[in-house]
Each structure stands twice: as structure tokens, then as C-alpha cells.
């Protein structure tokens, strides 16, 4: 983990299972809907900020996409929020 948005994407990820947990015992959408929100804003950050191939980390960010992207699927699997594999 080089970059701050590597950081603040990584750390936000560690959260989902607190998030989760609280989404089941409350049963508000909101807890799960605000984790999917910030996920995916602090995903585009790292996107934008951090090279991905071409780097000395390559390995460690292409699983830090690969891991995002299944959390954006089971968070949408669980809202009941249809994901498109291809366009």
C-alpha cells in the first residue's frame, strides 16, 4: 500500500463486515447503501490517482479492484440492485 487512496480504499473495505452486521440487525438499507456510496467514490479516487499496470505494486492493486469489485456485487445482490456484466 503506497498512495493515501490505496489507504483510505483498503481501510474503508475493513469495514464491511461492520457494516453489514449492522445493515442485518437493523434492517435499514441506509447503513448499506452509504458503505456502497463511499466504496465506490474512494474506488474511483484510487482509480484515478494510483497506476495500476505500470507500477511496482501491480499485483497488490489489481486484487484491490478485484476485491472491490465483489463487494460492490454482494452489496447490490443484497439491496436487490441488478448488475449488467457487459453493455
Known amino acids: 500500500i503506497n498512495c493515501p487512496e490505496e489507504v ?15 445493515f442485518f440487525t437493523k434492517f435499514m438499507s441506509h447503513f448499506l447503501t452509504d ?3 463511499f466504496l465506490v467514490e474512494k474506488f474511483n479516487n484510487f482509480f484515478n490517482s494510483c ?14 479492484c ?10 447490490c445482490k ?5 448488475i449488467l456484466n457487459t453493455i
Open 51 to 64: 497506476k495500476i499496470f505500470n507500477s511496482t505494486h501491480v499485483l497488490g492493486r489489481i486484487l484491490l
Open 8 to 22: 483510505s480504499l483498503s481501510l474503508h473495505m475493513c469495514l464491511f463486515q461492520y457494516t453489514f452486521d449492522l
Open 66 to 75: 478485484h476485491l472491490t469489485g465483489l463487494l460492490i456485487k454482494k452489496c
Open 35 to 37: 458503505y456502497l456510496y
Open 78 to 82: 443484497v439491496l436487490g440492485i441488478r
